[in-house]
């Protein structure tokens, strides 16, 4: 494993020869706004978050040994577009298994609601299996996700991608206990969640949906974005032209 010092990210995880890891995990608090985001004006009231998530500054990294064949690298900084502190911690252990654990810490003005809290990352194309054990077999949400059953699904990473008239946030499964992004020969990650977590894998980025009026002017990509989250806000629907995701579906209320 190798880490980025400048940009707090695990930058290489490599096993038997093979890269696992595109570009490792990063903040991540944006999504392509779907269309009932437009009618309630998430894309301007939460801008900051998006803008946060590309704009992470790294103030120090340090690595601490806490026993044979455990490493801690803690990486601190800021979020100046939200005027906040985020904190990334890795504890690597010896078999191969890191445990990641990211903070924030919001600064004293009042913050609008995050679309997510949670991180991204990119892994090579070749992992576009997707077996998981959650909600399915479709897509799900915190506030519609009744009709998706616990279980153990499997697919593949294109077939993840519901295609929306006009592309949008899409794709997210919910309270998945663990998944897995495997090759033809069975290798690849796992990410296991303290707590259930929201995950989606895609092979088209959030710009790429967020900028695209039709599927057919996005290219997918020779990756596929990976996103692990604590929460994401919910979608709302009692109508399209105001009416926000009812407050206990909100991944933070104005912390």
Do not use: C
């Not at 946030?169 to 977590?197: C, H, K, M, S, Y």
């Amino acid at each position: 494993m190798r880490f980025d010092r400048a940009a707090g990210t695990l930058s290489s995880f490599e096993s038997n020869g093979t890269e696992l890891l595109r570009t490792g995990p990063r903040p991540f608090f944006w999504r392509a706004p779907t269309d009932n985001d437009k009618g309630n004006g998430m894309p301007e009231r939460t801008a900051p978050w998006k803008a946060a998530s590309s704009n992470w500054q790294v103030d120090d990294v340090v690595a601490t040994r806490l026993a044979e064949g455990a490493v801690e690298v803690r990486a601190t900084g800021s979020l100046p577009d939200v005027e906040s502190a985020y904190e990334i911690v890795y504890t690597v252990r010896g078999d191969g298994e890191v445990e990641i654990a990211g903070s924030l810490e919001p600064g004293g003005g009042e913050l609008p609601e995050l679309p997510r809290f949670g991180m991204q990352m990119t892994v090579p194309d070749a992992f576009d299996t997707v077996t998981g054990y959650g909600r399915g077999p479709h897509e799900s949400y915190q506030d519609r996700k009744a009709g998706a059953a616990i279980g153990l699904y499997k697919s593949s990473v294109d077939d993840l991608y519901f295609d929306y008239s006009e592309p949008q946030e899409t794709g997210n499964r919910t309270d998945v206990r663990w998944v897995t992004l495997t090759n033809q020969d069975g290798f690849g990650l796992q990410a296991i969640g303290i707590e259930p977590l929201s995950v989606s894998a895609l092979l088209y980025t959030t710009e790429q949906i967020e900028d695209a009026k039709h599927r057919y002017e996005m290219t997918p990509q020779e990756f596929v974005t990976l996103n692990l989250d604590h929460k994401q806000t919910g979608v709302g629907g009692d109508d399209s032209w105001g009416a926000r995701p009812h407050p206990q579906y909100l991944s933070l209320i104005h912390i």
